[in-house]
């Protein structure tokens, strides 16, 4: 992609130029495989951790994939579906966790100085929260070529992976809303309890998503359109970040089903547009597993994590740095003079 | 337990000293559990990290434990059963992968050096393999008392948590055999691939496993000569230092399966012996998840990793890490200022 993603005048300029995103090496990619191969084990016997290295070596171009440095964005946005009694907790909490975040005492904040991330924050407009999706549009299409914008330039071109998460109070609704939208199924597949809705928000969750797939049935077949009805900022953000990402060849960690169920509204782009992303959790959230199942992707980690924020991106990189520490530094059979089979 | 477990004359002696295994500290784990509930997070979002928090208070008697000190050992044996051509790989194997344990060449030693983790291993008699089950005792009981002792001796009592692999060509094939003394079903339930073998091979080590359970039938209600059956050394030295490490109250990392399977041989003990040990990961040797229900224990991770060492406990360390960082360093609703619900 020569040019730049953003700013798009329209959504029609950004799809011309998404046309052409950019595949992993798969040369680099051959020789990292060749090399795990030749490494003081099993062939194999490193599982997932070898999966890893090799894709970490394909989207970095280098036989031998190096992290010096990881890059963690949470995008925090406002929604209007707020206004439907889709959570428990106040829509100030958005803002307050957002303060939180940049006095270092968030969960992520403690699981990034872990893993060895660079954590930052980006508030987008928290004072004017996405429209109600059962009342109408969520974002026009400047407001979410805008939020996309914010996105992509949140990404550090020098980054050797991006970590996403997010904050805001309403968006698992949101989440399920846009995985609905994208996978099909019933609303009640994709809604779970998110940060601790009782029986009766479950089903103001539910309620609130057939009401809004009902309203914008027309605009749900465009991953664009899609984020258009339903928001929300941070939703959007992801996605201009995912592919900036991309455009640059950069490997993103996914965090759990808010996030994935962001970037996943681009799974229906020409060119396999989430092939850089690698889901890091498979999370307490139920739409979670159904959203790997979509996607063809199997998580790093299960831990029943369902907090957000980045929390479980941020775990899967500390797993991430191992698969390379393994990768980079094992003796290969010849060097340690050990037999193979 | 107030006399060290070893040296122990008999078996008798040793047994009179496990009749009082100390638990974990509950007003610790409580102290831990109410602050885990007072985080800036919805109660519970954390998951398993927040179990693992409350788990390590519990045996380090602290409301926020800490990991100065993370101890990994890996022991290493040789086996008689290889005889039986269980293995593809030659015996010599084990003394050379010790070469480059030592030289640090290992997946183990990437993995402990990206979490953390002091690696040291301890050999035993691997130019004297343990006797081939299938014909005879794997060990005498003076033989079984010394590899336990070593495995005790090799506890660092000063460790925050201990780390325990294996290595030992065949041994897939002993953990085989001891889970299947300890816990019934068919010995095909209990065998996979191991390092490589194909279904010749797979079939060999049922047949010797069915052979060995036959002949040692007598002996097979009891975790101690159900070791001396079998085997092999860095099985009885685990147990030793599982044992070792209870009596002072240091949490334990179990490995993968040949790991767990030692140290399972112990559930049979009076007193919840494995309640300080977490099991690191469901490994893609099939008799894994076959032990984590008969132990009522969940792995850490879950990454098709078959290849021992102690490499999945080194993986899952880096995941205890994140848990207590979080569970030490987040602020409470409290302190941030933020709404709870």
């Known amino acids: 992609m020569a040019e730049p993603l953003f700013p798009a005048a329209s959504l029609v300029t950004l799809r011309a130029r998404l046309n052409a995103l950019p595949g992993p090496d798969e040369a680099a990619a051959g020789a990292a495989r060749t090399r795990q191969g030749n490494l003081t084990k099993p062939p194999g016997s490193l599982g997932r951790l070898e999966d890893l290295a090799i894709f970490m070596a394909g989207w970095q ?77 969520a974002m026009s299409e400047a407001e979410l070529l805008e939020a996309m914008m ?41 809604v779970g309890p998110g940060t601790g809705s009782d029986d009766a928000g479950i089903r103001r969750k539910i309620s609130a998503i057939e009401a809004g797939a009902q309203r914008h049935a027309g605009l749900l077949d465009d991953p664009f359109t899609t984020l258009m009805a339903f928001g929300g900022r941070e939703q959007a953000a992801i996605c201009g970040a995912v592919l900036a990402a991309r455009a640059l060849r950069i490997p993103v960690l996914l965090d759990g089903y808010i996030c994935t169920a962001a970037a996943a509204v681009l799974a229906r782009l020409e060119g396999d547009a989430l092939a850089h992303c690698i889901v890091s959790h498979a999370s307490a959230e139920p739409g979670q597993r159904r959203l790997l199942v979509h996607l063809g992707k199997q998580a790093v980690l299960d831990m029943g994590m369902r907090l957000g924020e980045g929390s479980g991106a941020a775990v899967a990189l500390g797993v991430l740095r191992a698969a390379l520490e393994a990768h980079n530094g094992m003796a290969t059979f010849a060097e340690a003079g050990v037999s193979g089979v």
Chains 1, 2 share one sequence.
């Open 61 to 137: 171009g280098k036989e031998r994939p190096r992290i010096d440095k990881a890059q963690a964005v949470v995008f925090a946005g406002n929604h209007g579906v707020c206004a439907q009694g889709v959570n428990p907790y106040p829509q100030e909490v958005t803002v307050q966790m957002v303060a939180n975040f940049r006095a270092g005492g968030a969960a992520v904040n403690q699981l990034c100085r872990a893993s060895g991330a660079e954590l930052s924050v980006v508030e987008l407009e928290l004072d004017r929260p996405t429209g109600d999706f059962t009342q109408g549009l």
């Open 150 to 190: 914010r996105g992509a330039e949140a990404l550090d071109p020098a980054a050797d992976v991006l970590l996403l998460g997010e904050m805001g109070i309403g968006n698992s609704t949101v989440a399920a809303a846009l995985a609905h939208a994208t996978f099909g199924g019933s609303a009640a597949d994709w």
